[in-house]
């Protein structure tokens, strides 16, 4: 059996970015965000609590956000040229997923996938989030909602909470410890790393919340344009089974990283 691994709720806030680039629209869309995302055949661990924990499981593919809400997929065009730009300066970097956090909120905590001993806001991702914000200065929601700025996780799922404040709390902490049992004792093993050279811009129906999320534009880190990259590793559209998982991950390129040893009320 692998050791316990660390849990961690540490929070660092994001950095600012003085640039301020004008943009001229205003709308944005829950059914629509800019992510980053681990490569598909490194999602079994993941999937494994999430199918039975994480009620956006069917819809939502393995996923980081960055921007959420974001623009209308409409946008998407002029969006992805934005974001290239904006992350023409942003090398690419490795994230190593090794520890669990947690969100306490109202009668539910969320459980999370994050890095210790410094979490994934020390991470560039905060330079992809403060680089992006000047180019869509109306989808700053989670980098605004609290005084700690963005937070990056990986959501694996939610535990509702009963009782008083006591109880609650208590409530989380044990659950934060199952999770952090199954994440250890998965594929994994307890560690997740790979080579973040891209995000990408994902949408799914406007209507049907059935329909899952679906990558509709890959934005490549470094000003390098999507020859440069490697074959993508990422199923296009997204299908939360168990089967597709696996040959997802038989085919993936071993160049795109390795796995070593919602809606704004959901909590995504």
């Known amino acids: 059996m692998a050791p316990p691994i660390p849990t961690t709720t540490t929070i660092v806030s994001m950095s600012s970015n003085s640039a301020v680039i004008p943009h001229a629209g205003t709308s944005k869309t829950v059914t629509t965000a800019l992510v980053a995302m681990p490569p598909s055949r490194a999602w079994r661990g993941i999937q494994m609590i999430r199918s039975a924990r994480d009620r956006a499981y069917e819809r939502w593919p393995p996923h980081i956000n960055i921007l959420y809400p974001f623009v209308p997929r409409t946008e998407f065009p002029s969006a992805a040229a934005k974001a290239r730009e904006a992350l023409a300066g942003v090398a690419p970097f490795r994230v190593t997923l090794n520890a669990v956090g947690s969100f306490q909120h109202g009668r539910s905590v969320t459980l999370f996938l994050d890095s210790f001993p410094h979490d994934l806001s020390t991470t560039p991702l905060s330079v992809i989030s403060s680089s992006l914000v000047p180019y869509f200065p109306h989808c700053t929601d989670l980098s605004t909602r609290s005084a700690s700025g963005f937070r990056p996780h990986l959501t694996l799922g939610s535990d509702p909470l009963w009782g008083g404040p006591q109880k609650a709390t208590a409530t989380a902490e044990k659950a934060k410890r199952e999770f952090s049992q199954m994440w250890a004792t998965g594929p994994a093993g307890g560690v997740l790393e790979w080579e973040v050279d891209r995000v990408f811009l994902i949408a799914r129906h406007e209507m049907d919340k059935a329909v899952a999320f679906e990558i509709v534009e890959e934005i490549a880190l470094g000003g390098r344009d999507a020859g440069e990259l490697g074959r993508s590793v990422w199923p296009r559209k997204y299908v939360a089974s168990t089967s597709a998982e696996r040959e997802d991950q038989r085919e993936g ?13 959901e909590s995504r």
Do not use: L, R
């Open 253 to 265: 390129d071993v160049d795109g990283g390795t796995s070593e040893a919602a809606e704004p009320h």
